[in-house]
């Protein structure tokens, strides 16, 4: 088994190409900042009403890794909460953030956790200590930045 130690100014990463167990994304994390949030939700059709809502939305997420098994939940504002349970390399039943079911098989790429969702394709990955996640539509990516506060 080959192991690699990458050092960065203030984090180490410890990639291990066969073995996720090392539970890096387990924390709860708040919204801290994004981009391109605009294009990329024309993009994806998102109804107007909805596009207003989502604009800076203090939106908290809670990961639990116990190796290749997740639970993934985003806490909105008003009380609403979306949880997706998923091992990696196994179809699972999800859900996306406007209520719409779907299946999907969500990877592990690198360090990164990679899901197709039904018109985008999502990563996430831990960097600097922060939830760093990548949704791409139609050319355009929206990346949304959260802090870690447990």
């Not at 066969?18 to 981009?35: C, I, P, V």
Request: aromatic share 10%.
């Amino acid at each position: 088994m080959r192991v690699l130690i990458l050092l960065f100014p203030m984090a180490i990463l410890h990639y291990q190409p066969h073995l996720q167990g090392n539970m890096a994304f387990t924390g709860k994390y708040e919204f801290e900042s994004d981009e391109n949030y605009d294009d990329f939700v024309k993009a994806i059709g998102l109804p107007g009403e909805k596009v207003e809502m989502g604009r800076n939305c203090k939106i908290v997420t809670e990961v639990v890794q116990n190796g290749n098994d997740f639970t993934w939940t985003q806490h909105f504002p008003g009380g609403r909460t979306t949880t997706n349970t998923f091992t990696i390399g196994k179809e699972a039943d999800m859900e996306t953030m406007g209520g719409k079911k779907f299946k999907a098989t969500v990877k592990m790429e690198g360090g990164k956790v990679v899901a197709d969702f039904p018109n985008y394709h999502h990563t996430a990955e831990i960097a600097g200590g922060k939830l760093v996640e990548l949704s791409t539509a139609s050319g355009v990516t929206y990346k949304r930045t959260s802090k870690k506060i447990a």
